[in-house]
């Protein structure tokens, strides 16, 4: 099953780009790499998915190293609303099931 | 639109009981996912269903626990007899997969409902 690290915490200040890195060096080619976040006392909220090409919508961007055994997840003007749990997540598909396996994620914080 | 629903928001019981965690899929979705969340283990997957079936279960802790979806609009996970050790925020989410769609794709997930066992 592949892996994902992520730091445990980190501060952004208000209106600054937050960038947030995961490793997944163990990740195997036709696997997606998932974001999610969860606000306090909240569901996970889905952010951004992407396979190989950097990814952007209307929450975020996701760049992902051209070997694939990294990526970043990039929210460009952060928000005190933003201050979340954020896990990155690569897929691991089983017998047919297709699980999301979530680790401990980043607990990023924003600050006024 | 409505999303995933789960009821009760939060149930505080005794060790012994029986407890039953109910959930409503978003309408037109055909994959749905239990999970467990507890500050010592995260979140965790308990199963997962497509189309009304049980796929994967090798999350379920033990035979206290079951789940069943008697149809795509209705789950239910439950605990018999409960211990405090299950004590967790419970997550249902729904997503809809297309068949050979490689992916999770997004989960929709519900607002948890949290067990305390006494």
């Known amino acids: 099953d592949a892996k994902t690290t992520q730091p445990p915490s980190m501060d952004c200040a208000e209106g600054r780009a937050a960038n947030l890195p995961c490793n997944h060096s163990?990740?195997?080619?036709?696997?997606?790499v998932y974001w999610y976040r969860q606000i306090h006392s909240q569901g996970p909220q889905y952010i951004i998915h992407?396979?190989?090409n950097n990814e952007t919508n209307e929450m975020a961007s996701l760049i992902i190293t051209e070997d694939r055994k990294s990526s970043t997840l990039i929210l460009p003007h952060a928000t005190l609303r933003d201050t979340a749990v954020y896990y990155c997540?690569?897929?691991?598909?089983?017998?047919?099931?297709?699980?999301?396996?979530f680790g401990t994620g980043t607990r990023l914080t924003v600050i006024p | 639109d409505a999303g995933v629903i789960q009821s009760p928001r939060h149930e505080v019981t005794e060790m012994g009981q029986e407890v039953t965690l109910r959930c409503k899929p978003i309408s037109g979705h055909n994959s749905l996912f239990w999970y467990r969340q507890t500050m010592m283990r995260g979140l965790e997957l308990l199963i997962y269903f497509n189309n009304n079936v049980p796929i994967d279960d090798s999350g379920m802790p033990e035979d206290r626990f079951s789940a069943k979806m008697p149809n795509a609009s209705f789950s239910t996970l439950k605990i018999q007899p409960s211990e405090p050790r299950d004590s967790a925020v419970y997550f249902c989410?729904?997503?809809?997969?297309?068949?050979?769609?490689?992916?999770?794709?997004?989960?929709?997930f519900g607002e948890g409902s949290r067990l305390t066992v006494l």
């Open positions: 997540i690569v897929r691991v598909e089983k017998t047919g099931a297709n699980n999301l396996f």
């Open positions: 163990t990740i195997s080619g036709n696997e997606y």
């Open positions: 992407g396979l190989k």
């Open positions: 989410a729904s997503t809809f997969r297309s068949p050979g769609e490689r992916g999770t794709g997004e989960l929709f």
